[in-house]
C-alpha cells in the first residue's frame, strides 16, 4: 500500500503543475488512456525502443484455419514481483496457447536494474495491442492479455516507474484499445486488487475475464520479494501447471487462494494491536471471472496442442524420476510412465501436425516443457504429480 501511495504522491505532484496551467481540469486525459512521464535517458530511450521493436518484430503471422493465440503479459508496477509474475505467466501461458512466437512481455522493470523488457508505458502496450491486432485473423484467433499490478479502489492498475512515470490503466481504457486494435476475442486475466471493475465492462461473448479480486476486495502476495502474487502463483503456477483447461484452473485455484487468506488472516488475528501496525483486518479477495459463450468454444481449441506438450514433458521429468529411484508421487512404475510418456508423445506430434507444427517443432517444444518441469520439481512436486497422473490417466495409462 505504501507503494501506491508513493506513486500516487508523484502522479498528484504531477497534475498540481498542470493544474497552474489548467486549473479547470482535474485530468489532463480527459479519461483517456496515459501517464505523466520523465523522458528516459537517451541510450535508455533506444534500448527500450529496440527492445520494443525486437519483441514486435519477432511475432509470427497467424496460420489461416488454425486458432492462433497471441500473449501480451505486463508488470505495470516496478516492484520486481510484478515483472517476475509477467515473465513467467507469459512462459506458462505461451507454452499452453502454442505462442512462444506470438508473445510480448512488457515490464516497468525493477527499480535499479537494466531493462530485461520494454517499458510497459501507454505508447508500448498500445504499440503491443495494434501489432497483435495487425496480424490476427479477428474471426477465428485468440489473444491473451495478462497484467499485473497494484490496483485503487476505483478499478485504476496503476503504472509506475519510481521517480519517472506515473498513470492508471482502467478497464475503458483496455476496452478502447482493443477495439481499436481490431481485436475480438480475448482473455483477460487481471492480477491486482479491486480488479473486479473489469468485469462488467468485459461482460459480452468474446470475452473471457479472470481477476484476482472482487471490485471491493484487495488482492495479496503483492510484497516485493515474492516470485508470484497469490493470485497468479495459485491460477497459473500452481492449477494451470496441474494440466487443468484454463477457466477451469481459475475454479481450482480458489481453493488454494482461500487457505492462503485464511492463514493470513489468522496471522493477523493472533498480532497485537500494535504489531498490526494500523491496517485493517485482511477479508478474502473473492475472485470474479466472466466466461463468454464465444470465446468459451474457442478455448478447448486453442489450448488442446500446448495441453499435449506439457504433458509428454511432465511424463518425461517423471520417467526420469522413476527410474532413478526419486519418484513423484502416484508416478513410481518406470515402465507404466514410460508407455504413457510415449503416448503423449505421439498425441502431441498428432496434434501437432493440425496446428501445423512439424515433428522437429514438437519435439523441441516437449523439451523446453520438459525443461519447465523439472526446474519446478523442487518446490513444486506435488503439482507436478498431479500433472503427470492426470495426464497419463486421460490416455488410460
Known sequence: MSGILRSLAMIGASLAVAGATHAQQRDPFNGQFGAIERAMAPAEAVADLELMAGSLGQLAPQRPGVTDTYVLAAGLWSDPVFEREAEQAAELLARRFDAADRSVVLSAGQAGQPRKYPA???????????????????????????????GGQDGAMGLQEVNRLGGALRAQHLRSSLAAAGIRNKVLIISACYSGHFILPFSDPNSVVLTAAAADKTSFGCQPERDW??????????????????????????????????????????????????????????????VGATVALMLPLAEHYGMAIECAGTLGVAFDRARTQRPLEGLSNASNVEAARDENRAEAIRLGASVMRTEDQVTRAISAARSSADSAAASNADTLSTHGSRCAADLGG
Open 229 to 290: 502474487t497469490y493470485f497468479g502463483d495459485a491460477l497459473l503456477n500452481h492449477s494451470l501447471r496441474s494440466g487443468a483447461a484454463l477457466v477451469d484452473a481459475f475454479d481450482s485455484s480458489l481453493g488454494l487462494i482461500a487457505d492462503w487468506e485464511r492463514d493470513l488472516i489468522a496471522e493477523w488475528d493472533g498480532k497485537t494491536p500494535a504489531a498490526r501496525g494500523g491496517l485493517p483486518r485482511p477479508e478474502p479477495s473473492n475472485p470474479q471471472k466472466h
Open 120 to 150: 510497459a508505458t501507454p505508447n508500448n502496450i498500445n504499440a503491443a495491442l495494434g501489432k497483435i491486432g495487425s496480424l490476427i485473423d479477428p474471426n477465428e484467433d485468440l489473444v491473451v492479455v495478462f497484467l499485473t499490478s497494484h
